[in-house]
């Protein structure tokens, strides 16, 4: 990772060769623009969404941080919105969730149709009473010990509940490092290895935006198909944006 400061100069001659098809922009060079980005997204503080629309956010404890990460796995967050308080409702902590009837909570979760991961959620529960007092942990190495959670849910967690400087990264993320700095995404999901050693430049601890406004402006601004460009802070330094036609933007 490169050790000098961020030249904007230096990055739009970086963008200009790359779009020109003369070669790569450097990882060094990517470096720099992310934390400019970094920086850049956390000045602007803009809500993407508001708590009111995601109510583990209005009101965030780490087993309804907990509860609402494994939900959305594969759910958009505005099912899983509607239905977030009913749930919480009926199962308002771990020890009501780890005693659950499997076909009831079944019914409860069906309108997210996420009857596959029922048993895992019991399972997670049930695990979180038996292994951590019917406590959500704060690490992200002993939540991946969890059945069910993966590492964007395990960091996900640490990062909403507990502050940790951890940046989840799911491929909206990796998706806008990517359009941001010309780097590949050499998995449609993973990413690559240089992407995700560009992740700590966006954590907050770093000058960077708080995790949740990162992930709301790689999903509702730098989102998968037509990117809205014209509502995006960062074009100026975008290799994306340098490579398209004015046309396309919206």
């Not at 780097?183 to 960077?208: C, F, I, Q, V, Y």
């Amino acid at each position: 990772m490169g050790n000098r400061g961020f030249c904007a100069a230096d990055r739009g001659r970086a963008v200009e060769y790359l779009t020109n098809g003369e070669g790569a922009v450097s990882y060094d060079q990517a470096s720099d623009a992310v934390t400019w980005a970094a920086r850049k997204l956390r000045e602007q503080k803009v809500p993407y969404y508001v708590a009111a629309e995601l109510p583990w956010r209005r009101l965030r404890t780490p087993y309804r941080v907990f509860l609402a990460e494994f939900l959305l796995v594969r759910t958009r967050s505005d099912v899983v919105a509607r239905l977030f308080e009913d749930i919480v409702a009926r199962y308002p902590d771990l020890a009501s969730l780890a005693s659950a009837v499997e076909s009831e909570l079944t019914d409860a979760l069906k309108p997210l149709g996420l009857k596959k991961r029922v048993p895992l959620l019991l399972r997670a529960a049930r695990y979180l009473m038996e292994q951590h007092g019917g406590q959500i942990p704060e690490k992200v190495e002993d939540l991946l010990e969890v059945p069910g959670l993966g590492l964007y849910t395990s960091v996900a967690i640490a990062a909403f509940a507990y502050d940790s400087a951890e940046v989840p990264a799911d491929v909206n993320i990796l998706r806008f490092l990517s359009r941001l700095t010309g780097l590949p995404m050499e998995h449609p999901t993973k990413g690559s290895k240089d992407l995700r050693a560009l992740l700590p430049l966006l954590s907050r601890d770093t000058g960077g935006p708080e995790p949740e406004n990162l992930l709301d402006f790689s999903r509702t601004v730098c989102c998968p198909r037509r990117p809205k460009c014209s509502e995006c802070p960062l074009t100026s330094e975008c290799v994306h944006f340098a490579s398209i036609s004015r046309e396309e933007v919206n």
